[in-house]
Structure formats: C-alpha cells, structure tokens
C-alpha cells in the first residue's frame, strides 16, 4: 500500500528563509521513516480528505550554533504530522 502525504504548506516563523529547504529535507526523509512504523490502516480513516486542517502537538525547536537543527525540527514536524493523522477523523479541522 503507497500512502501519500501532501503537504500544501508548512509554515515556520522565525527561521532565516535559507533555512527552509534543510528544513523540509529533514521533514521529508523522517516523515517517510516515522509513516514506515506505523500500520497503514492506521492512515486510511483519513484518506482522500481534502481542505482539511490537521492541529498536531505543538514541536519544540532547537538551535545548534546559531543555526537551526534541522534533523531535530524534521523529526518533531514528522511526529506531529504522523500523530494527527493517525487520531479519530473527527479530531480535524475543517477550516
């Protein structure tokens, strides 16, 4: 089963805008890590969703030497997004 995540926008104030393509690299590379452990049965109560708004757990940034850590940043964006999606459907948002 191929699951799919499109992402429209992800947005992260703060970060120098050079930033932003490390950023998404690492939310890319974990996201498909994090989506592998999990049962895609799991996925499929939110398939073919549309405009839907997904609130996942607020992700605590880090810095390392005065440049923001991607991998860490990756990997909380990632979780966030695995753990909105695998919750009942009626915990998103339409907006």
Known sequence: MRIEFVIDELV???FDP??????ADA???QLAAQ????????FT???HQTRTT???PDVKLSVSRDRPDASAIGGGVSRSIVSAMTVAPSAARKP
């Not at 050079?18 to 950023?23: L, N």
């Not at 989506?35 to 799991?42: E, G, Y």
Request: a positive charge; proline letters at 4%; aromatic letters at 0%.
């Open 27 to 29: 939310v890319e590379a």
């Open 35 to 42: 989506a592998r452990d999990v049962s895609p049965s799991r």
């Open 12 to 14: 992260l104030i703060g």
């Open 54 to 56: 997904l609130r996942g």
């Open 18 to 23: 050079r930033d932003r393509h490390r950023i």
């Open 45 to 47: 109560e939110h398939a």
